[in-house]
């Protein structure tokens, strides 16, 4: 894997919170503000992960959504930088199914690691689709907040021609997550 690294700009987010007044009393959308986040990357690690999430997609065992996903990730407290695989598993009793994300997070801490480093994932949406088709539901990205630190980069693989996909941190992927201080 080739160790040339550039550096991306996440822009900075600036939403101002919104009242609204109601004959009940004032509902409140809260607004949020991320600071510009420049981060070093290695494009060829992010197209490996994203090729090898791809990859497990094709091992994913959906027999009732037809949805096949595939993970990939690395872990910020793993030397070797193992890359770490996992494919969606359904079960006919939908609450026993496993999304790819959190098979390869379960293996990745099963192995002894705790942060995300950097994680791919890749779906059966199509690549002209919006990004919402692709992106881990809301239970993956509780699990992936869980594990995140403060630099881990998400990527969602569009699957088109020349595109590695869109990249996030775990701010963007959930705002607002839950977080118990540890």
Do not use: H, K
């Not at 065992?61 to 770490?84: K, N, Q, T």
């Not at 969606?88 to 942060?115: D, K, L, M, P």
């Amino acid at each position: 894997m080739s160790t040339d690294a550039v550096t991306i700009v996440l822009p900075a987010v600036d939403e101002p919170a919104v009242a609204f007044g109601t004959p009940a009393g004032r509902l409140i959308l809260p607004g949020r503000a991320l600071p510009e986040r420049r981060i070093p990357i290695r494009p060829c690690l992010i197209s490996d992960l994203t090729l090898s999430a791809r990859e497990a997609a094709t091992r994913a065992y959906a027999p009732y959504s037809r949805f096949a996903v595939g993970a990939a990730l690395i872990m910020a407290d793993d030397p070797a930088e193992r890359i770490f695989q996992g494919c969606n598993v359904e079960s006919a009793s939908y609450g026993a199914t496993i999304c790819a994300e959190r098979n390869a997070i379960q293996s990745a801490v099963a192995a002894g690691f705790r942060r995300i480093a950097l994680l791919a994932v890749s779906t059966a949406a199509p690549a002209d689709g919006p990004v919402e088709g692709r992106s881990p539901c809301g239970l993956c990205r509780q699990v992936i907040r869980e594990f995140a630190g403060a630099d881990t980069l998400i990527v969602l693989d569009s699957g088109a021609e020349g595109t590695i996909g869109e990249i996030v941190d775990v701010d963007r992927l959930l705002p607002w997550g839950f977080c118990l201080e540890t």
